[in-house]
């Protein structure tokens, strides 16, 4: 039984383990599709390419987008009053 507990708790560990190398792969891939994507919008907002200020218009404009997605309801579809206004006459 001691050596399930064990068994279970390595197990547990080991999921948590991570891989460097892909890490850092798929860290440089998703900021080469953000210079791609948002990078023309940034210079055309006046930032020069390739400066510390270019790169934070595009992880600026990233997160942006990012939000919009999250918190793109459809009001007033979500709306718990829906059907029945939320104010009495």
Do not use: H
């Not at 080991?14 to 994507?37: H, I």
């Not at 990012?66 to 029945?84: E, H, K, L, V």
Request: hydrophobic share 35%; proline share 6%.
């Amino acid at each position: 039984m001691r050596a399930i507990y064990i068994l279970a708790a390595v197990m547990l560990l080991a999921g948590c383990a991570t891989n460097p190398q892909a890490e850092q792969q798929r860290a440089t891939k998703q900021m080469e599709y953000k210079m791609q994507v948002y990078g023309p919008a940034c210079e055309k907002l006046g930032f020069a390419k390739d400066t510390d200020a270019w790169r934070m218009c595009i992880q600026r404009e990233y997160e942006q987008t990012i939000m919009r997605q999250q918190y793109n309801w459809d009001y007033p579809y979500w709306s718990p009053y829906y059907g029945r206004p939320y104010y009495r006459r």
